[in-house]
């Protein structure tokens, strides 16, 4: 006989945490879920989920419990409270946070799951890919733990992953995620000045990025942001103001190893300016409106 799939807690159901859900429910999961808003545990009814008034309804006799929240202290209250992960989590449950926090935040969270008696394991497991990768399934997942944890978590986080690597020990995935969002946020800033340049030389901009992405310029920042340098449009896959708090822990984790940082504390600086400017909740592919405006060319 087939062995029953985990039952799954999960714990943030935003615009990543509720289809990457809804992946573990086509896949024969059960999954209970808590978030705080009432129409995103609607969804997940509706998706044959199970909804949780809170947290520790949700993972109360979870075998994994996954969390996807928005930074470190939403992370630290969710795991740590005295209503949250640690307090209600059966013995020998699987913790896997998908949340981005820094590295240490990571560490800290496995040393308390340690350190609890409970024999609760802990993956970091942060993902690349934005709004349009959660929905297709086709997230990357870079994994921080015990090589037997990752095993075990591995056909779940295959789900909607199709990249799942283990990256080395707890917050080995969060400094993956803090290189993929440093490489991404330079790569934005590099394409919007850009397209700028090729607009002010008369280039017809749609047929520059056609070719551009054909060569070695080519990325998957190019083509998934295609469509929002053309039209001005920033409705947000990933906003602005996410992407300024992981700079922040791409600063910090940098400070921490002593690692120089020219070009990413130039992006931190502009994603920084983004959002003061008042853009912090459109996509981050608007660093293009920063290099308009510097341009004189900002509408």
């Not at 999961?29 to 997940?44: I, S």
């Not at 949250?84 to 013995?91: I, Q």
């Not at 993956?176 to 700028?196: D, M, S």
């Amino acid at each position: 006989m087939p062995t029953a799939l985990p039952h799954v807690a999960w714990i943030g159901l935003g615009v990543m945490g509720s289809p990457m859900s809804e992946h573990l429910i086509k896949a024969g999961y059960p999954v209970t879920g808590h978030t705080l808003e009432a129409h995103k545990l609607d969804r997940l009814a509706a998706a044959g989920g199970t909804p949780a008034a809170s947290v520790a309804e949700a993972v109360r006799g979870a075998d994994v419990i996954v969390t996807m929240l928005p930074a470190d202290p939403q992370v630290e209250a969710v795991a740590l409270g005295a209503d949250g992960v640690l307090a209600h989590a059966r013995p020998g449950a699987l913790l896997i946070d998908m949340s981005t926090v820094a590295p240490r935040t990571s560490v800290a969270l496995a040393e308390a799951a340690a350190a609890g008696g409970k024999g609760v394991r802990v993956l970091d497991a942060p993902v690349s890919g934005g709004e349009a990768g959660a929905v297709e399934g086709a997230l990357s997942v870079m994994v921080g733990g015990t090589a037997a944890d990752f095993a075990a978590a591995k056909p779940l986080l295959g789900t909607f992953g199709t990249t799942v690597a283990r990256c080395g020990g707890h917050g080995a995935g969060q400094t993956v995620k803090a290189a993929n969002q440093l490489i991404v946020a330079v790569t934005l800033q590099a394409c919007a000045e850009a397209v700028v340049l090729l607009e002010k030389s008369g280039v017809d901009l749609a047929t520059a990025l056609d070719v551009l992405g054909g060569g070695l310029a080519g990325s998957a920042v190019l083509s998934r942001k295609r469509r929002n340098f053309l039209t001005r449009e920033y409705a947000p896959g990933f906003r602005v103001d996410l992407h300024h708090k992981d700079m922040g822990i791409v600063t910090d984790a940098a400070r921490a190893v002593g690692a120089a940082l020219p070009l990413g504390s130039a992006a931190a600086t502009l994603m920084a300016s983004a959002r003061a400017r008042g853009d912090g909740g459109l996509d981050h592919s608007a660093l293009l409106r920063g290099v308009e405006l510097l341009s004189g060319t900002a509408s």
